[in-house]
Every structure is written in C-alpha cells, then in structure tokens.
C-alpha cells in the first residue's frame, strides 16, 4: 500500500497536492488569537478594576457618581456580549461540558469560597457562612456564564432569541420572588447580552470598527456621560447592576420591564462605542487579554483591602487628584494581575487540566481561556 494520500479539491484547476500520512495526522496549528477581541478584554477589564476603585469614591460626589454609571452602562455588557460571542460553538458534548467545568464551575467554586473567608477579615465578619448558592461580590459572573453556556444549544433552535431573551430579563425585573439563590436574577436580566453576543459574526464587528463609527462614538459618549450627570439626583444607578427587581429598587412593578428594556437600548449603544475604540492592531496590551480572567478574579481583593486598610480616609482622596490616582491604581493593579507569570501561577484553579477527574486532560485548558472576562 501507499503510503501517501492525494488530496484533490473538487473543481480546482491546479494539479492534486501530494501529503503524506504523517501530514494528515500530525496536530494542526492553534488558531492565531484575534488581537481585537483581546485588546476589548484587557481594556473592559480595567474599566472593571477603575468601577471598583471608584465605589467608595461616590458619595457626595456627583462627577464621580456620573463617571461610575457610564462605565457600569456598558463595561459588563460589553464583556458578556464578548463572552457569548465566543460560546458560540458549545454544543454540549462531553469535551465542552468539561471545559465548562474546569474553566468556569471550578474558579467559581474556588473564589467563591477564597472571597467568603477574605471577607471574614476584611469586614470583620468572621461569621459569614461559606454558601456556593450566594455569590459573593464579582463571582457571580462565573455563576452566570455557566448557566448561560448551557443554554446555548438552546438559542440556537429558537426562533427570535433576541426578543425571547430580552421578554425573560423584562419579566425578572417584576418577579420579586426571583430569590439571590445563584444570583438568578441578575443572570436573568443579562441574557439579553449573552444572547446578543450568540448572534453577532465578523462582519458586525468590522461595522462598528469603521472610521464613520469611531467618529460618531466622541459625541455619543460625551451625550451619555452629560445625560448621566443630569440623572444622578434623578435615578438610581444600582439599575445597572441588574441585581435587583423593580420592587427592590422602591418602584412599582410595571416600571422594571421598561427600565431593562431602556437600558438594553442604551448599552448596546455604548458598547458599540468602546468597540469602535478598540484598536485591531496588535498593541503592547494585547497579550494581557489572554489573562483576564486572573486579573478579573484576582482585583477584587486588592479593591476589598484598600478599604480595609483605610486608602480612602484621607481627605484629598476625594478630590479630583485622588479620584485619578485611584483609577490609575486599579489600572495598574489589574494589569499586573493580568500579565503571563500571574496567569501561571493561578492556573491551576483557573484553567486546571483536572485529568484526574475525567480520564482525559486533553482540550480542557484551550476552552478555560475563553471561558470569561
């Protein structure tokens, strides 16, 4: 027998390439990573990191107020939407349930529980139980985007999954019995993003990063950041959060359904502006948005240790020069979390092999890099 295989494209002109078995079978490369969807991670995740560092910054002031609700207006939305966009191909066999797990149920597992005893101290709350069904702080990410991945194969069959998604989070906010058990309803009233994230191609993409586009998002942002200030003593920011129903925001029930679907207009919007931002070309941040995830789940304990060590006591904090200071740090802070010696010394809760509990390692780490922020 031969031991080469020819290999002939149907209505090719050019004469058949001749490859050898060992070609054939030999590993292909991994897919070279997209520099903009990287570059929109590593710059999401400091907005992340700069929302956090401004948290105990807003009282009393109504700039930093306004500045805090433009950026929680689009910097999560933007991440799932990223997220879903990039769950595109889970079909729920065994090797994506896998990746799932070790990729996102296994740091959700792992920091939910380091969180809970980190708050223990840093609150002085030693009695603070340890509950895997109540995700502390910025864990119920992780919590979410397992649920929603598992739900993927099922928005790919149904009809209008857009409009069904949206309905679902419209409805949440006037269910006040939707409980905090796995924070449910704040993963109900993100859907939207996820699923919006499951529709997008390349080519919606390669719309926004048109120089028409980058131009129309100066003005546009600068009309949310002026709409924002105006509505600091008139609306509630914490509608952004998504983590509450209209009834635990103080309003009647018909008012939560108009709210989500408001808001959903208006982060798309604004997520469409930072993406237009985005450069495509390969940048000296680029590489750090393969870690994001460590810098993610790692952040939120140096934002819970600024306040337990009193960082924002002094008096100049609370002025312009401490609110810049406190974004730079959060910047700095995250992108040294997120850089290759950080990722690696964390791996092993965040992208863990686990072959040990499945029989076979293979694939389970190249799925963990995707899995989140």
């Given amino acids: 027998m031969s031991d080469t295989v020819t290999a002939v494209r149907p209505g090719a002109e050019a004469p058949p390439v001749t490859r050898t078995k060992e070609q054939d ?86 920091f939910e529980t380091a969180y809970t005893l980190f708050t223990r101290w840093s609150s002085q709350d030693p009695d603070r139980p340890v509950s895997l069904l109540d995700p502390l702080y910025l864990t119920w990410f992780l919590a979410a985007l397992f649920a929603w991945r598992l739900t993927t194969p099922l928005w790919r069959h149904v009809r209008w999954p857009l409009p069904l998604a949206l309905v679902i989070a419209m409805a949440a906010t006037a269910a006040p019995s939707v409980g905090p058990d796995l924070d449910l309803q704040r993963t109900l009233q993100f859907l939207p993003y996820f699923v919006v994230g499951l529709l997008l191609r390349p080519k919606h993409f390669r719309l926004v990063r048109r120089r028409e586009a980058r131009i129309l998002a100066v003005p546009v942002t600068a009309g949310a950041l002026g709409l924002a200030y105006w509505a600091v003593p008139r609306m509630d920011y914490a509608w952004f959060f998504h983590a509450d129903s209209a009834r635990g925001l103080g309003v009647p029930l018909w008012y939560g359904p108009l709210m989500t679907a408001a808001l959903f207009g208006c982060s798309l919007v604004l997520v469409g502006c930072f993406l237009a931002w985005v450069p495509g070309r390969r940048t000296w941040f680029t590489a750090l948005g393969a870690g994001t995830l460590s810098g993610y789940l790692l952040h939120g304990f140096v934002a819970q240790a600024a306040k337990h060590w009193g960082w924002y006591e002094p008096v100049w904090v609370r002025g312009p020069a401490g609110v810049s200071a406190a974004a730079l740090v959060a910047a700095a802070v995250v992108t040294a979390l997120c850089t290759p010696p950080v990722r690696r010394a964390v791996r092993c809760v965040t992208e863990p092999r686990m072959a040990w509990a499945f029989g076979d390692g293979a694939g389970t780490r190249a799925g963990a890099r995707r899995a989140a922020p």
């Avoid at 939305?77 to 966009?85: E, L, R, W």
């Fill in 25 to 110: 079978t030999a590993p292909r490369p991994a897919p070279r990573r997209d520099a903009f969807f990287d570059n929109a991670k590593y710059l999401a995740i400091v907005l992340v990191a700069v929302g956090h560092a401004w948290e105990p910054l807003r009282q009393g002031s109504r700039t930093v107020t306004a500045l805090y609700t433009l950026v929680y207006a689009f910097h999560m939305p933007a991440f799932i939407i990223v997220s879903g966009y990039f769950s595109r191909s889970f079909d729920g066999s065994p090797a994506r349930l896998k990746r799932l797990i070790t990729g996102v149920a296994v740091p959700y597992v792992v």
